[in-house]
């Protein structure tokens, strides 16, 4: 029999992601507020092959395939071709990993955030390119083994800043999300939808593969992530205006998020306390600038 609740969902069974795959849900959230007059704007990624092979599809909404770096300047193109149409009313969604946001997506994603190009851009952040074997992104955070900073080698700089550089351009909207939170992040792809511009979401998606944990953890690696303070969730209004939407106020230490996951595994205790006094110092920045522009 039909499962009646699963029949409305737009991503439907018969993906071909990991089991335990945090992008999967992250989609199947954003496209329960979107609905099914989206169109999917899908650049080189691991959702690129999530939906199964051709005549297969586990996304019930059209969606276009292109290349790497250009999730941004497409969505703009199909927008423009939209409204040439006069439809006023279709979404339009670019979906891109971290790589595809971060790095070589970064320009595409500037030129259209500076013109204010209306359509929404979603980054689904694993924090590195796992689609090709999880190598090192400006996204994966200090302390972690990729393929590319192996464990007597790790990755020694900061996560990037995407959320500063999207507030830079002055788009309307900006949100940081993760998939542990779902109301707060169903909430935000409304006020996504109905906004207009450019408007940029980033959901921490956690990866079993690439993280080294276990399938049945994703949803308390996401949790764990936001209670930590490793990963706020917030929101930007026209690049200025800040919003906490979610206060851990008793945080849990950076350390139990580390924990769960092996790629953190090789870590020193001192390196572990440089990862905690670097979340703290992050999350004090942040504060202040709520602080001093409040939404
Ligand atoms: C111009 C170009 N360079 C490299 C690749 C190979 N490539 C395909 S997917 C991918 C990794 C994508 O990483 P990310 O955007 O973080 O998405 P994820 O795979 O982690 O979901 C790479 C390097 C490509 N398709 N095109
Ligand atoms: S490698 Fe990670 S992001 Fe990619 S399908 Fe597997 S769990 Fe999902
Ligand atoms: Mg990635």
């Known amino acids: ?3 009646r609740k699963l029949d409305h969902e737009l991503v439907s069974r018969g993906h071909v992601a990991c089991p335990g795959c945090g992008a999967v849900l992250a989609m199947r ?5 979107l609905g099914p007059r989206t169109i999917l704007v899908l650049p080189a990624c691991c959702w690129s092959v999530i939906p199964n092979r051709y005549p297969n599809t586990c996304v019930r909404i059209p969606l276009f395939h292109t290349a790497f770096e250009t999730a941004a300047c497409v969505a703009a193109g199909v927008r423009a071709g939209l409204d040439m149409k006069g439809d006023r009313d279709t979404n339009v969604l670019a979906w891109a990993g971290d790589g595809g946001t971060f790095d070589i997506g970064l320009q595409a994603l500037s030129g259209a955030a500076e013109r204010n190009d209306d359509f929404i851009f979603v980054c689904y952040d694993n924090e590195a390119y796992m689609n090709t074997g999880i190598q090192r992104s400006s996204a994966t955070p200090y302390g972690a083994w990729t393929t ?18 999207m507030a830079a351009h002055n788009i309307p909207y900006a949100a940081t999300a993760s998939i542990a939170f779902p109301d707060d992040l169903m909430a935000k792809v409304a006020r996504a939808r109905d906004t207009r511009g450019t408007r940029f979401l980033h959901i921490l998606c956690p990866c079993p593969t690439g993280w080294k944990y276990s399938s049945d953890m994703t949803v308390a690696l996401g949790r764990a992530a936001v209670n930590s303070r490793v990963f706020p969730l917030y929101e930007i209004h026209d690049g200025e205006r800040y919003r906490l939407t979610y206060d851990p106020e008793e945080p849990i230490p950076a350390a139990d998020y580390l924990k769960l996951q092996n790629r953190f595994g090789h870590l020193k205790p001192d390196e572990i306390i440089a990862v905690q006094q670097r979340t703290d110092r992050v999350w004090e920045r942040l504060m202040r600038t709520i602080r001093t522009w409040p939404a």
């Open 1 to 3: 029999m039909m499962d």
């Open 29 to 33: 959230y954003v496209l329960n507020v």
């Open 148 to 165: 590319t900073t192996p464990a007597d080698h790790f990755k020694d700089r900061e996560k990037k800043n995407i959320m500063a550089i």
